[in-house]
């Protein structure tokens, strides 16, 4: 797993101020973070979590799609185990806000995130893998929430987003049992949408990232923000709510040019799956 890229071919460099455990870039429209941290298996800390909110706030206006990808040969190890320290429980839960509160910048930020995975996909790596949008899983990967073994919980928003991915008996199995899934598995189960052989994902992710970096900025919006909100709302509030997203997306201009090209013959065909 040496192979894996540690930068995009053609990256240019990101102004953003980040800690040492992070590293940003830039691909044209996309915008890439990579956890830099491999000797510590990407664990997180509070630095770096705070990092990691710092750079979905400060992507620059002409950034259309992100990549978070890790370095070495684990994806993350989740928390950063030797900060769990003598923390009261006030303490705890404003140390879980903050997860909360970074996390709902990826998810519900400036733009889509697509994550590429490998190696162990632990605890809160697998709460931050599980607040992008796209996920992209070398064979390599494997998931596990080990938190039911140490003692402590899921504090990352993985109860809310995990049963939402795999369901409550799976996710309650994991912490219950220590039970770990393969990258096929989670494949199988919505963990991931793509599967690659090992060193494959990044230019998989990368190139998922530049597709969605050219849909326009509202119909990404219309995804990323309104389409969860509405599997959460009773039906009828959905039907509401979606036919006036809709009926705002295809008055974007934007939407007009492309169905024009689309009848003029000049727009890409809906294609088979390779
Ligand atoms: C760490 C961490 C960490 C590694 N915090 N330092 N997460 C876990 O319970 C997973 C714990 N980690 C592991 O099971 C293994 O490290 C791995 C399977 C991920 C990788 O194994 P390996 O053999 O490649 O590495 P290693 O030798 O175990 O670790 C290398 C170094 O990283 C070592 O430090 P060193 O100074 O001795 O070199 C490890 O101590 C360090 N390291 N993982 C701190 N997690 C918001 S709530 C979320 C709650 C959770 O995420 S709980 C799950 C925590």
Redesign the pocket.
Known sequence: MSSRPTSAAGAESLNIALPASLRAERRGKVAILTLARP???N?LDDTTVLGIETFFTSLPDDIAAALVHGEG??FS??????ELQERDIRQGISH?SM?HRVFDKIQFGKVPVVCVLHG?V????L?LAAATHVRVAERSTYYGL??GS?G?Y???GGSVRLPRLIGVARMMDMMLTGRTYAAEDGQAMGLSTYLTEPGEGFAKGLALAERIASNTALTNFAITHVLPRIAEIDPGSGYAVEALISSIAQADAEAKSRLTAFLEGRAGKVTRPE
């Open positions: 000797q510590k298996r664990a040969d684990h190890a989740g928390l950063d185990l030797s879980s997860w162990a632990v605890g809160g790596g709460e080990p938190e140490r402590i899921v504090g990352g």
